[in-house]
Each structure stands twice: as structure tokens, then as C-alpha cells.
């Protein structure tokens, strides 16, 4: 079974032998990442083997939340098959048997969860997963010079320049022919946030917010709309609280 979602971003695989479990992390899963707006399909195995098959016949997940106590095939065994197989992909183990625990370490498991799974401890681990494994870390883009590989980390802001973008980054600035409004679709909603209809801000760089000007924590200033600035110190908030 599976809630589609049909701009999903990732897809989350839950397995779990106890049919109303199942049921009940699929949906508490899915209800979690539409409310921290990430887009995601989620599908439900009622075992170990029926998972790895659907694995082996090409189905792709980014994050597998797996009861570790099931019957043939259980939780641990398949994490130590994927494993095996080389398959990196974020883990979170689900189990009523907390001495299990230990054990996630030695197939890398990212979460521990206890049974019957809390609603902020599914949120934090997903969360975890989704940030340490899934979300990407960079972005190509076209410059004068070349398609040049950009870490979201080296991008302190980006202002709109007539047709093009102008990328303040921590070696200099690096224009880039891509309209601001389509930059501004690629790149991170988490992470970037509009302080003037003409500045996108990463908010790492984010230093004092006042009346009407952004200090950024290397000195530079930029102007804060009016009508923005309430919404961005909630998005400051909200970005440093995680």
C-alpha cells in the first residue's frame, strides 16, 4: 500500500508486520512531513521479504522506518542484507524490545523508536534522515564561465539583477543567467528566505534583524521590506530552533 504523493521528493518505505502499526506510522509519517512541507510518498510492507523484493526490483526509497521484531525476514536481518549490498540509505528501527537498540549501531541505524511511536520522536528522527542524508547540499548553475558547482553554504544572499542573478558568495560575488524568481524555486526553502522582493538570504548568515535592514554576520546589510519583516524573523526562529 502507498500514500502517493505526486511531487513527492522522496519516499519513505515502512515495514511492519502488525498490520494497525503499519497503518497508523504510515499515516502519523505522512502527516509529519506535509506539516514541515516536504513532499513524500510512503509505502507499506508487511514484511522484511516483501520490502527487499520490491528493493530488488528496482524501487528506490530515501528512508526506510523498519520494526525490528517480525516474523521470517525481521528488521535487523534486512538492514544487514541492504547493508551488505551497499545500500547507504537513512534507517530508523521501530520496536516494542528496547534492549534492541544497541544493536542498530552495527548496521548504522540513524534512530532508535520506541513502540507505540510518539508523533515529536517519529518528527525528529524523519527530520534527522531527511536533513543528514536526503536534502541536498549543493546546486549547479550556469555562470559566465561554465556550469560551477555551488554549496548552499557558500551563498550568503542573491539579488536580482534585470534579467540574471547577481550570487554574493564567500570568495566574491558570481553572476549567474538564471532569473532571480527560478533561482529562488531551486534552492532550499528551509534554508533561503526572501528579505526583499529583490534579496534572498541564507539565514546562516542571518546576524541582527532590524526596522528595516538585515545585518548579515559578515557586516553586509540588506534592506527588509515592510510587509516582510515579520514573517522573516518567524523564519529566523523557526530555522534556528531546527
Given at each position: 500500500?502507498?500514500?502517493?504523493?505526486?511531487?513527492?521528493?522522496?519516499?519513505?518505505?515502512?515495514?511492519?508486520?502488525?498490520?494497525?502499526?503499519?497503518?497508523?506510522?504510515m499515516?502519523?509519517?505522512?502527516?509529519?512531513?506535509?506539516?514541515e512541507?516536504?513532499?513524500?510518498a510512503?509505502?507499506?510492507?508487511?514484511?522484511?521479504?516483501?520490502?527487499?523484493?520490491?528493493?530488488?526490483?528496482?524501487?528506490?526509497?530515501?528512508?526506510?522506518?523498519?520494526?525490528?521484531?517480525?516474523?521470517?525476514?525481521?528488521?535487523?536481518?534486512?538492514?544487514?542484507?541492504?547493508?551488505?549490498?551497499?545500500?547507504?540509505?537513512?534507517?530508523?528501527?521501530?520496536?516494542?524490545?528496547?534492549?534492541?537498540?544497541?544493536?542498530?549501531?552495527e548496521?548504522?541505524?540513524?534512530?532508535y523508536?520506541?513502540?507505540?511511536?510518539?508523533?515529536?520522536?517519529?518528527?525528529?528522527?524523519?527530520?534527522?534522515?531527511y536533513?543528514?542524508?536526503?536534502?541536498?547540499?549543493?546546486?549547479?548553475?550556469?555562470?559566465?564561465?561554465?556550469?560551477?558547482?555551488?554549496?548552499?553554504?557558500?551563498?550568503?544572499?542573491?539579488e536580482?539583477?534585470g534579467?540574471?542573478?547577481?550570487?554574493?558568495?564567500?570568495?566574491?560575488?558570481?553572476?549567474?543567467?538564471?532569473?532571480?524568481?527560478?533561482?529562488?524555486?531551486?534552492?532550499?526553502?528551509?534554508?533561503?528566505?526572501?528579505?526583499h522582493r529583490s534579496?534572498?538570504?541564507?539565514?546562516?548568515?542571518?546576524?541582527?534583524?532590524?526596522s528595516?535592514?538585515?545585518?548579515?554576520?559578515?557586516?553586509?546589510?540588506?534592506p527588509?521590506?515592510?510587509?516582510?519583516?515579520?514573517?522573516?524573523?518567524?523564519?529566523?526562529?523557526?530555522?534556528?530552533s531546527?
Amino acid at each position: 500500500m502507498t500514500l502517493e504523493d505526486p511531487n513527492a521528493q522522496l519516499h519513505i518505505a515502512v515495514c511492519d508486520d502488525e498490520q494497525a502499526d503499519l497503518r497508523q506510522t504510515m499515516k502519523l509519517t505522512g502527516e509529519l512531513m506535509r506539516e514541515e512541507g516536504i513532499s513524500c510518498a510512503v509505502s507499506g510492507y508487511e514484511s522484511g521479504s516483501a520490502l527487499l523484493k520490491a528493493i530488488q526490483g528496482g524501487t528506490r526509497f530515501h528512508i526506510f522506518l523498519l520494526d525490528v521484531m517480525m516474523e521470517g525476514l525481521d528488521g535487523m536481518e534486512l538492514a544487514a542484507v541492504l547493508r551488505g549490498l551497499g545500500d547507504s540509505t537513512a534507517i530508523v528501527f521501530i520496536s516494542s524490545n528496547r534492549e534492541m537498540a544497541l544493536r542498530g549501531y552495527e548496521v548504522c541505524a540513524a534512530r532508535y523508536l520506541a513502540k507505540p511511536v510518539e508523533g515529536p520522536r517519529l518528527r525528529e528522527a524523519l527530520l534527522y534522515c531527511y536533513r543528514t542524508f536526503c536534502e541536498k547540499k549543493e546546486i549547479l548553475l550556469p555562470t559566465g564561465k561554465g556550469q560551477r558547482r555551488i554549496p548552499f553554504s557558500d551563498i550568503l544572499y542573491a539579488e536580482a539583477m534585470g534579467r540574471g542573478t547577481r550570487l554574493v558568495l564567500r570568495d566574491g560575488p558570481e553572476d549567474i543567467s538564471l532569473k532571480f524568481s527560478d533561482l529562488s524555486a531551486l534552492l532550499p526553502e528551509r534554508q533561503f528566505a526572501l528579505c526583499h522582493r529583490s534579496y534572498l538570504v541564507n539565514l546562516d548568515y542571518a546576524g541582527y534583524i532590524r526596522s528595516r535592514e538585515l545585518e548579515l554576520t559578515t557586516g553586509e546589510i540588506l534592506p527588509v521590506s515592510k510587509y516582510r519583516l515579520d514573517g522573516l524573523r518567524k523564519r529566523l526562529v523557526d530555522y534556528l530552533s531546527g
